[in-house]
């Protein structure tokens, strides 16, 4: 089915857009008013931008329902400074408690039970029990619109990071002793469509090694009984696509299973290339590309 996003009405668009576009990580960002008042609010419309300059951009949109424009954009217009509060999986229902509709001028770091940490360089406080905040000078608010549905980029130059010290590790590169960040320690939140969300754990991270430097043969090199394998997944032909030449069959490659394949297939090719397919699958499945290769060029 096609959608043209000019005959969906606002909250079509709004509903179909979050559902696909997901994702996404949230933000919680502290804004004060020119009195001074302090307001906290969840935003999914959130990512990072740049990181030399450090850029950041969250956007509170103008409602669907009535096309009021929400505190926080008011706050960063009257004062251009925002703390920025990564949400995390044990804050989740605090911070959709604070995405509750409090009249302005309601601090919802009391609404919502969290504490207030004095950020360094800006007005705005931090939210304490985040692991990662960035204070952020906002350099531009930008409307894309003026009707119900439309964002306000919000972009925030990222001034000073805090990192909880439960998230760091000491690694020597070079000689040198530098912090690294255990992504398996975050455990990160994003919001998807409707009520859904997801939460980034040991159990769902994977790793895609980078190609780096290094072309890939690409897929159209790959010979074609591979590339027009019934039983290779795309993701499959990605990992085997990946390498830097064909490899070469590698006679001290010793693999009992393989052994088995051959002998038990000899008289039956189709068969063979068939199981051989499904082992090397299994194979690309464990990350073991190099394993795989060696499987697969045994069926010419
Ligand atoms: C997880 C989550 C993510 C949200 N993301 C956004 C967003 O990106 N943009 C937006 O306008 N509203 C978003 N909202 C809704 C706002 O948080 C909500 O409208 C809030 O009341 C705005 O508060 P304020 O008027 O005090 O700024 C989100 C709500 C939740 C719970």
């Known amino acids: 089915m096609i959608f043209d996003l000019n ?63 929400k505190h926080t954009l008011q706050n960063v217009l009257e004062v251009p400074e925002v703390a920025i509060n990564i949400v995390t999986y044990d804050m989740v229902h605090q911070a959709s408690l604070a995405s ?6 309601v601090n919802e770091f009391i609404k919502a039970g969290f504490t207030e940490e004095p950020a360094t ?14 204070e952020c000078k906002v350099i531009e608010v930008k409307p894309l619109g003026t009707e119900g549905g439309a964002g306000n980029l ?54 895609v090694e980078k190609p780096n430097t290094q072309l890939g043969i690409g897929i159209d090199a790959l010979p074609e009984n591979i590339r027009g394998s019934e039983i290779l997944s795309g993701n499959g032909l990605g990992q085997l696509a990946n390498v830097q030449e064909l490899p070469a069959i590698d006679a001290s490659f010793d693999d009992d299973h393989l052994k088995q394949i051959i002998q038990y297939y000899n008289l039956n090719p189709d068969e063979m290339e068939m199981e051989l397919h499904l082992y090397a699958k299994k194979l690309l499945k464990e990350g073991k590309v190099k394993e795989a290769w060696q499987v697969l060029l045994a069926a010419y």
Not at 100 to 105: A, D, I, L, S, V
Not at 121 to 134: G, N, Q, R, W, Y
Not at 193 to 204: A, I, L, P, S
């Open 7 to 69: 005959e969906l009405k606002p909250a079509e668009k709004q509903y179909y857009l979050q559902h696909v576009i997901a994702p996404r990580p949230i933000c919680f960002a502290s804004t004060i008013d020119k009195e001074g008042h302090v307001n906290l609010s969840p935003f999914s419309f959130f990512n990072l931008f740049s990181t030399h300059p450090p850029i950041v951009i969250f956007s509170p949109s103008r409602r669907v329902r009535d096309n009021t424009t």
């Open 100 to 105: 509750c509709e409090f009249p302005k001028g």
């Open 121 to 134: 360089l800006v007005k705005p406080p931090m939210v304490k029990e985040s692991k990662v905040k960035l």
């Open 154 to 207: 919000v972009i925030c130059e990222v001034l000073r990071m805090h990192i909880a010290d439960s998230l760091l590790h000491d690694s020597l590169v070079s000689a040198q002793t530098i912090k690294l960040i255990d992504q398996r320690k975050i455990n990160h939140v994003a919001r998807l469509g409707g009520d859904w969300y997801c939460q980034v754990n040991e159990q769902n991270l994977f790793q």
